[in-house]
């Protein structure tokens, strides 16, 4: 049997806002939606990347608990180039949102800055760096 992901769920306290995030960060999401319970968006490589909001998620576990504490799982995002890393991540500052590590040139050879979404989940974005 081939493993293949084909979704990721986020969990949200303010459906406006983290998809407001999102958006910013480059993910297509129809509007209209702000208000949804749930909402899907496709990946440019077929991902499906959702969003509920806790209610919706209590509808079918009513014991949930949001995580607290820090992140539990990390998004990355490739941005493509270091000057995107460095665009998007300053784009998504001057918007409002969370930084939680600058644009750094990693020793594993990628451009890497951490921001966090609405709920605290860790959002990377990285590029390779270009050979020397």
């Not at 493993?3 to 806002?17: S, Y």
């Not at 909402?39 to 998620?57: F, M, P, Q, R, Y």
């Not at 941005?79 to 750094?104: C, M, N, R």
Request: proline share 4%.
């Amino acid at each position: 049997m081939t493993l293949k992901l084909g979704f990721i769920g986020i969990v949200t306290n303010d459906m406006a806002a983290s998809l407001a995030f999102y958006r910013a960060l480059g993910v297509h999401i129809e509007a209209g939606q702000d208000d949804a319970p749930h909402v899907d968006a496709k990946l440019d490589n077929g991902i499906a990347l959702a969003w509920d909001t806790v209610e919706t998620i209590r509808g079918f576990d009513p014991t949930f608990i949001s995580a607290t504490g820090g992140h539990r799982i990390a998004l990355a995002f490739d941005k493509g180039t270091p000057a995107e890393v460095d665009a998007a991540f300053a784009s998504l500052i001057d918007a409002g949102h969370t930084a939680h590590v600058e644009p750094w040139d990693a020793h594993w050879g990628q451009r890497y800055a951490t921001l966090l979404d609405p709920d605290g989940n860790s959002v990377d974005l990285y590029a390779e760096l270009a050979a020397n």
